[in-house]
T-cell receptor
Framework: DAGVTQSPTHLIKTRGQQVTLRCSPK?????VSWYQQALGQGPQFIFQ???????QRGNFPDRFSGHQFPNYSSELNVNALLLGDSALYLC???????????????FGDGTRLSIL | DAKTTQPPSMDCAEGRAANLPCNHS???????VYWYRQIHSQGPQYIIH???NNETNEMASLIITEDRKSSTLILPHATLRDTAVYYC?????????FGTGTRLTIIP
């Protein structure tokens, strides 16, 4: 049973460019969340997708956008890249349960994005 | 979401029980306590979660105080592979709010 998979594993971009990161959720999961983890910090919530719509958003600018496809996979897009966008980008999937908060999120190993 | 407080670092001898404390004094009644760990260069790994009752699974045990203001994660027989950063979180509103966690080092 495949867990959460993310691609690519590493990526190097220059300032001003745009990037797309991809995530396939764990089998049976229908909700995808994205997190940004700067070096030495804990992950910070970016946004969450369910039923192909953005349900929640953290404190990130509009340069960060996403999409969820009918097969539940998801993309994270970042425009006009800044040096400060260098980070590990993590995708987590979960099952939309009836018991609020009772369904754990499972993480992929992330995409390491470096901005030059 | 409730804030959590954890010691920045802890050491534990290999083979002994590792007890990781967490304070979450502002947790609301319907927020779960979640524990994750992150080994270098990997994504966070789910360990265990609970609401009111103590919980145990194949990885660890979670002890939640009766007033729910604090909890303890117990790794019963720590191994070198348990060296990681451990995050305690109050899970509310369907987004995980990570703090800085506890860096646990298992000493041979």
């Amino acid at each position: 049973d495949a867990g959460v998979t993310q691609s690519p594993t590493h990526l190097i971009k220059t300032r001003g460019q745009q990037v797309t990161l991809r995530c396939s959720p764990k089998s049976g999961h229908d909700t995808v969340s994205w997190y940004q983890q700067a070096l030495g910090q804990g992950p910070q919530f970016i946004f969450q997708y369910y039923e192909e719509e953005e349900r929640q958003r953290g404190n990130f600018p509009d340069r960060f956008s996403g999409h969820q496809f009918p097969n539940y996979s998801s993309e994270l897009n970042v425009n006009a890249l800044l040096l400060g966008d260098s980070a590990l980008y993590l995708c987590a999937s979960s099952l939309q349960g009836t018991q609020w908060g009772g369904q754990p999120q499972h993480f992929g190993d992330g995409t390491r994005l470096s901005i030059l | 979401d409730a804030k959590t407080t954890q010691p920045p670092s802890m050491d534990c001898a290999e083979g002994r029980a590792a007890n990781l404390p967490c304070n979450h004094s502002t947790i609301s009644g319907n927020e779960y306590v979640y524990w994750y760990r992150q080994i270098h260069s990997q994504g966070p790994q789910y360990i265990i979660h609970g609401l009111k009752n103590n919980e145990t699974n194949e990885m660890a045990s979670l002890i939640i105080t009766e007033d729910r203001k604090s909890s303890t994660l117990i790794l019963p027989h720590a191994t070198l592979r348990d060296t990681a950063v451990y995050y305690c979180m109050a899970f509310g509103n369907e987004k995980l709010t990570f703090g800085t966690g506890t860096r646990l080092t298992i000493i041979p």
